[in-house]
């Protein structure tokens, strides 16, 4: 019988997670719930992730967050994946059910519900930049909202064809995969581009290598980075008029999914954005402190 002294405790895990401010969002919404969960966050090498999953089960976690680079590497850790997870070949949110940890993908269904706030998928052409977990998880759930077409950008060519042919035949979508090599310039038509990569998290002024002369105004430029919100790629799109869409949205949205997946309970999306940019913003106050000090 369970102590209900003892709390229930989730996780984060991932390299590098400086600055992630998940663990300050979901602890903010459980306290909105009145629930008496805790969420930590660890640095975990790749080499370390089995040992992590199994101090995991063995302290009784309820369940957990994985985000780059463990969103793939984390599959052969678990016991079993809901259908969107193993369509995708990608997890960032497992839940304990008895004494398994099952796997399931969120990222995809927050970032679609994010993207729906500035224009819908359907019928759109899709450029996605990266063929990691992130960029899987997006292309399946914009494939299945009834996208047109989707490009694969990436730098690996077997990591980006092997999305592709995934999206053609499994979600019976429209797609190819194009190498990623110099400055990827947008192809005339394209509606919806998409940042999938961890370029940018963590630096503001870490550049994706693509064209800005080749961003056209009509465009939707989308960014996973929430941190910090207002990426490089999203000030030069901003700058070519293009409609821009920062990662907050995405990382609110399936941390909600994440939430009622652990607890049963439906928490506050507004709660949870408004300490996300609580965070955000004392992180801003806090570099802006040490460089004070340094200077």
Not at 221 to 239: G, K, M, S, W, Y
Request: net charge negative.
């Amino acid at each position: 019988m369970p102590d209900s002294h003892l709390q229930s405790v989730v996780c984060c895990m991932g390299q590098p997670v400086a600055g992630n401010p998940t663990q300050f969002m979901m602890e903010k919404a459980f306290e909105a719930a009145d629930l008496d969960w805790r969420y930590l966050t660890f640095e975990v090498r790749p080499d370390d992730l089995a040992t992590a999953v199994r101090g995991m089960r063995e302290m009784g976690f309820k369940g957990g967050h994985f985000t780059i680079p463990h969103k793939v590497a984390v599959i052969e850790h678990l016991d079993g994946l809901s259908e969107a997870a193993e369509l995708m070949g990608a997890v960032n949110c497992i839940y304990r059910d008895g004494d398994k940890f099952i796997g399931e993908n969120t990222d995809g269904k927050g970032f679609v519900q994010s993207l729906s706030e500035v224009t819908a998928p359907k019928e759109k052409r899709v450029v996605i930049l990266g063929a990691g977990g992130a960029a899987r998880a997006i292309a399946v759930e914009v494939g299945l909202a009834g996208a047109a077409e989707i490009t694969i950008v990436n730098r690996t060519a077997e990591r980006g064809q092997e999305l592709s042919d995934l999206l053609t035949d499994k979600v019976n979508v429209a797609a190819r995969f194009v190498p990623w090599e110099d400055d990827y310039s947008v192809e005339d038509g394209t509606d919806i581009l998409i940042n999938a990569t961890s370029i940018g998290l963590n630096d503001a002024d870490a550049r994706v290598a693509v064209d800005t002369n080749s961003l056209q105004s009509q465009m939707v430029v989308a960014d996973v980075i929430f941190n910090p919100p207002e990426t490089q790629l999203l000030r030069d799109a901003a700058d070519r008029g293009c409609t821009t869409l920062d990662g907050l949205g995405m990382l609110v949205n399936q941390a909600v999914i994440g939430f009622k997946i652990w607890t049963g309970v439906d928490p506050s999306a507004a709660a949870m954005r408004e300490a996300l940019e609580e965070y955000l913003e004392l992180l801003d106050i806090g570099r802006c402190q040490l460089q004070q000090l340094a200077s």
